[in-house]
Structure formats: C-alpha cells, structure tokens
C-alpha cells in the first residue's frame, strides 16, 4: 500500500490552563474521507489549525505524501496542497463571487479569466455559481459554495472541512455530499469535522475520536451507530432528552400582524407575522438561514423596536420597549451568532455572565457590578452546563464554538425566564452537549415558562417543541401540533406551503 496523505505523530499543543492536544496521532489516506470526532473542547479546531498552519505545535511531528511537513501560516499549508473550507463564512457580502473568490487566492487571475474558471468548476462539481452575483443576495447554501469553490481552484490533495452542513438544507447536503464523493474519485483526501454522526455514517471511510485532547479511538463510521459513535465520544451512555407531561397555562407573548423592513440590504423583511406561545409549551420555528430568523429574534429581543402593541408579554404591549426592560420582566433571548452578539470576545465569562444577567441577578447597586454575585453566575452555568474552561476569568474568545454556546445558553435558563427565546440553541455543540441543552429547555417548558426554539435543525424541532412552525422569506406559516408531523409535510411548510396548502397535499398523498 502507499504510504498514507497526511500522519500526524505525537502532537502537542498546550495553551495556560490548558493541554489541547497531547500526544495525538493517526493517518489520513490518500483519497479517503476521515472523520475527526470529539465533544467541544475535545481538540479538533487547535487540531486542524495545526495542519493547516494557523498553530504550531509544540511538540510531535507532521508528514504531508511521505515528506517532513511543518507549515509556518495557512499560505504554506496551501502551497503544499492542503485547503479548508471553515464553519464560519470569511466572505464580503458587498462584493461578488468572483472578487470573494480572487480574495481568497495567492495569485489570482484576471476577473473574466477567474469568472470563466469558475463558472468552469463549479459546473463540473455540481455546485452552479453566478461569479457576477453579489455575496449578499446569496443563500447560506450559496455562501458555502462559494467558499467550496474557492477551495478547488487550489486543486487541494487535502480539503479539511469544519461543520460543512451546519447552515444547509437538507437537498444542499446531498449536493454536497455528491461534490465530495467526486473529490473522492478523483483522489483528494477530506478530513471531515461535524456533529451531525448519521452525516458521517454515510460519508466517512474512517474515524478517529478524541476526548479532552487524546485519541481514545478510532473505527469505521459505517459499522457503528450514530448512538455507539456519540457514546465513544463521550466515555459513557447518551441519554436522550425526555419531556414532561403538564398542562399548558396562559398566553405569555404574543405577536400581531407584524411587518418589519429589513436593517441592512442584505436583510430579510418580515411579513405580517403572528404567533403565540402559552406557559409550559416550545415553539419550534423552523427554516432555512437566511429567511427572517435573526430578524424575528431581534424584534423579540427588543433590539428592533416596533409598534408597542404588536407585541404583547402576558397581555402587556411591549413593542416599543429595549432589551433590558424585557429582560427585568423575564423576556430573555439568546441569538445565533455567539461571539460578538451574544457574547463579548475579549471580556472575560465573569464579564459575560454580567451583560446579561446583571438585570434580573441583582447585580448591580448605586451603579456599582457586584463582581462577586457575577462571578457566583459564571461559575454557576460552567458547572451545570459542563462548560470546559480553565476558570470564569478566561475570555469568551478562548472557549470552542461549542463550549461557547453552552455558556450562552446556560447564562440565559439559569436566570430563570419565563419566556426564552434562542436562535440555533445546539448549533455547533456535540450529541450530548445537545441532549444536555435540548433538556434544559424542555424542563424549562415543565416549570411553567414558554419557550420559543427557532433552529434550522429539524430533527432537533421534533424533539423538543410542541408546536411547529415554519419561516420563509420573512412569513411564518400557521403553527402545526409537533406530534404526527411527517417530513414531507414539514419540507412543504418550509418552501412556503402553508395552512390548508400542507393539509390538502397531504390528503392528496394518502392512500
């Protein structure tokens, strides 16, 4: 056999408070799919940036087709043939596809030569792009082509990707499933990181799992179950989140007819949108991104101000009112984008846990932060949360993506709303991590508060909610009883079909 694309040997990297990677090591073939597994903080991101050269390591050693390989900044990982598609989108949305794409490139082409090529790859791999097109008039599917595409051009013998799907339809996975297949054929090897473990079941060759910076594994995805691959992950049982039976109380919030026009030119306009959600129920909201989800939070939040009595809290009109008068009155929300949005990068957990908790934490006295009640918070949600951290006192930046969300979301149930709202509660954060989550928010829902869920996740909506509802270009559809939904059903609330539309298609496909 030839010898393996990518073998890592002995790789350490510690940080203060904390070993990343200690003693890591397995191979990557040459046109094999690996999947690289792990709980949040596990070590996979320090991991990738070590092979990509965005880290040194500090002890171990890397070889890249059989040569010594030690990468000084990503534009030597590229020179030597490796690419990676990131979770977080670096595009401009400003600019056209053809300008992102010639950003991202060492030395690119002049514009009409780069469109034609382009237009060139992104046909022969099945992902269809306008060059001309401007970022932001692009889908989130259309965004990850994008940044794809750009990969390609490089002609990569190694793509590392990070939570590809995160912010993809269902029919955008296939597709993208269908590229990286043909990669595969032609013999690029994909280093592949994602929560998602039936995704890496149908996609992966082989696995290697990491636990709090080692290598406590490594199988074939395919002859494992998504549950055996989860409890790999984690060292022990995954118990899966369970409702409680109880009785739904009175309206909490309420919604009425509300039409918003967007913030930015990107923006999406919300449409004539009502809803309500009682004490003891979630709301499930789904869609696609990009369809009024961080609009409709913002306007929840109270960071969009409207009518005052569009919006109602237990019959109160709200509309008019800014986030911290909500906030004192148990309206808590939780957004999408974790850092920057929900939390302050180079603040401190401590800091953090006071931005938002310090209204209903009683933290605050003749205008002075009582550090000791905020610390006291952030301790709090590390601990019931598992939030791996060194201490409180480390910056929200130095946390993983995952371990992250877990304290945005703790911060939030911990002060005790009685109605919480969260954009992508579980984006980003492993299968127990996410059981953990999906928990807290149903056992907030049993103690008497509503709960609005909107997530692009559906499998997660039909776990959790009550109800179901859809978002498409800024309408929400008429909310559906969870309980019998079918996915056929679902997809059609997410393309636009709404009310008697879904129930007379249905009738229609019933034997």
């Known amino acids: 056999m030839s010898a393996p694309l990518l073998e890592l040997r002995g790789l350490r990297k510690a940080y203060p408070g904390v070993v990343a990677n200690d003693d890591v090591g397995f191979t990557v073939g040459r046109g094999e ?17 070590m092979v990509y050269g965005l880290v040194r390591p500090d002890a171990g050693e890397m070889r890249f087709g059989g040569e010594s390989y030690t990468p000084g900044s990503p534009h030597e990982a590229r020179q030597t043939g490796i690419a990676m598609v990131f979770q977080h989108f670096s595009l401009f949305e400003a600019l056209d ?10 030395n690119p ?37 994008v940044e794809i595409i750009r990969c390609l051009l490089q002609d990569p013998k190694l793509l590392i990707m990070d939570e590809p799907t995160s912010v993809l339809t269902p029919q955008e996975v296939d597709i993208l499933f269908e590229t990286l297949r043909k990669l595969q054929a032609e013999g690029t090897s994909i280093l592949y990181i994602s929560h998602k473990l039936e995704e890496i079941r149908t996609l992966c060759d082989g696995a290697t799992i990491l636990r709090l910076g080692k290598v406590v594994g490594s199988c074939d995805p395919r002859e494992k179950s998504a549950r055996e691959l989860a409890e790999m992950m984690v060292g022990s049982e995954l118990n899966p989140p369970a409702p409680q039976a109880h009785d739904l109380g009175e309206v909490m919030l309420e919604v009425n007819a509300l039409t918003v026009p967007p913030a930015s030119a990107f923006g999406t306009e919300l449409r004539d949108i009502s809803l309500q959600v009682r004490a003891g129920e979630v709301l499930g909201i789904g869609g696609v991104a990009g369809n009024g989800q961080d ?6 939040s109270g960071e969009v101000p409207v009518e005052n009595d569009k919006l109602r809290f237990k019959g109160e009109p709200i509309g008019a009112t800014g986030p911290n008068p909500r906030r004192a009155k148990g309206l808590l929300t939780a957004p999408e984008e974790r850092l920057g949005h929900a939390a302050a990068p180079d603040m401190s957990l401590i800091e953090n846990a006071a931005l938002s908790g310090w209204v209903r934490m009683g933290m605050v006295k003749s205008g002075f932060i009582n550090w000791s009640k905020a610390r006291a918070h952030a ?20 946390l993983s993506g995952g371990n992250l969300q877990k304290f945005v979301i703790g911060r939030e149930i911990l002060q005790k709303p009685e109605v919480l709202v969260v954009n992508q509660p579980t984006w980003g954060v492993d299968a127990s991590a996410a059981a953990a989550i999906r928990q807290a928010l149903l056992d907030l829902a049993a103690e008497g508060a509503a709960v609005i869920a909107i997530s692009q ?3 997660e909506l039909m776990e959790i909610s009550t109800r179901f509802a859809a978002l498409n270009e800024g309408r929400l559809s008429a909310p559906r009883d969870a309980a019998g939904l079918t996915i056929d059903e679902i997809g059609l609330m997410l393309g636009g079909a709404h009310g008697m539309e879904v129930a007379h298609i249905h009738e229609e496909a019933a034997p």
């Open 33 to 49: 799919v690996h999947a690289l597994l792990g709980e949040n903080g596990a070590g996979k991101s320090t991991l990738v940036k």
């Open 97 to 106: 596809v053809a300008e992102n794409v010639a950003l991202g490139m060492e």
């Open 109 to 145: 082409p002049p514009m009409r030569e780069l469109a034609a090529r382009i237009r060139e790859v992104s046909e022969t791999y099945g992902l269809p792009l306008d060059p001309a097109r401007l970022v932001g008039d692009l889908s989130a599917g259309e965004r990850q082509r």
């Open 295 to 300: 609009e409709l939070l913002a306007v929840l």
């Open 379 to 398: 301790e709090h949600v590390i601990k019931d949360f598992d939030v791996r951290t060194p201490g409180p006192g480390n910056a929200a930046r130095a």
């Open 457 to 459: 996740d559906l499998d």
